[in-house]
């Protein structure tokens, strides 16, 4: 970003990749003094069924009011967990449903994104392979830069 002005898009899945993901975009829209617009894509993953279903909630609540409180959550306890990270006062949200590659840079498209960022959980192996890698896709399918960041080891604890 040349003028140091734009939109930074972090798609976040509630993972410590995608909290680290955040965390780093929050510091590089603070240093550009960019927009940051951070994306959550509802998707009922075949690898994890029942994501958005809480053990003691409630099975017949739609998956996106469930999605939704997530969403809530995971901000406020980001913003309660990193009071210090830029742009936090200024961030934006967006929750989508589909499929994550897809949608990830559909809206980076509609929102004018000048970088996505993005967590990754660096599989390998068999699983990479059977469930195909979303950063690996968007990477693949976007338009502006991709930064994927992974977390270190003492934020997935």
Not at 87 to 112: H, K, M, Y
């Amino acid at each position: 970003m040349k003028d140091k002005t734009g939109t930074v898009l972090c798609a976040v899945d509630f993972s410590a990749d995608s909290e680290a993901a955040l965390l780093w975009a929050c510091g590089q829209a603070a240093r550009d003094g960019a927009r940051l617009v951070v994306l959550n894509v509802v998707h009922d993953p075949a690898s994890s069924p029942g994501f958005y279903r809480k053990p003691d909630g409630d099975w017949l609540r739609p998956l996106e009011d469930v999605a939704k409180e997530m969403f809530t959550d995971f901000i406020a306890e980001f913003k309660g967990k990193y009071p210090e990270a830029g742009s936090l006062e200024q961030l934006e949200t967006v929750q989508v449903s589909g499929l994550p590659p897809g949608r990830i840079t559909e809206v980076a498209n509609e929102i004018g994104a000048d970088l996505i960022v993005i967590g990754s959980r660096g599989r390998t192996g068999l699983p990479h392979v059977m469930l195909g890698s979303v950063a690996e896709r968007v990477v693949q399918m976007a338009g502006p830069p991709v930064t994927v960041v992974k977390a270190r080891p003492e934020m997935e604890e």
